[in-house]
């Protein structure tokens, strides 16, 4: 394995921050990140060597590859913790919209661009 592809939800302010946070990382194994396609439902990471990951295994695999984490990533997947990792990842992804709102995370570009769509601007006076 040689490089992962991180599918995530574009709509989401929380997973955009998160996916802008990846890009500052160094990356033991690069991380390339697209938008989900329609009909996923839960974050996916999938490996140019075919493993796919989904949902607190893909949290899981996504700190491993970053230098900084992968010890934490070996520490979380442990029996004593991973339920505890699982409850964690469910928690945020349960509610990544409402924490997106609490820390100011609106959407990621699409929500953006929808939103700036649809001000109204007033003539010019000049």
């Given amino acids: 394995m040689t490089r ?5 939800d574009a709509r989401c302010g929380l ?13 033991l194994v ?8 329609p009909g996923q439902t839960d974050l996916a990471v999938l490996s140019d060597s075919g493993d796919v990951w989904t949902g ?7 700190l491993w590859a970053l230098d900084d984490y992968r010890d934490w ?12 990792a699982r409850q964690a990842f469910a928690t945020l992804s349960k509610n990544r919209a409402t ?5 100011g995370l ?7 661009a929808a939103r700036v769509r649809d001000v109204s601007l007033p003539g010019c006076s000049l």
């Fill in 4 to 8: 992962l592809r991180l599918y995530y």
């Fill in 15 to 27: 997973c955009t921050a998160l996916v802008a946070w990846l890009g500052r990382q160094r990356q």
């Fill in 30 to 37: 690069p991380i390339d990140c697209a938008p989900k396609p």
């Fill in 56 to 62: 607190d295994s893909a949290w899981l695999i996504v």
């Fill in 73 to 84: 990533s070996y520490r979380l997947a442990r029996p004593e913790l991973l339920p505890l």
């Fill in 99 to 103: 924490l997106s709102e609490w820390l």
């Fill in 106 to 112: 609106r959407g990621g570009d699409e929500e953006l």
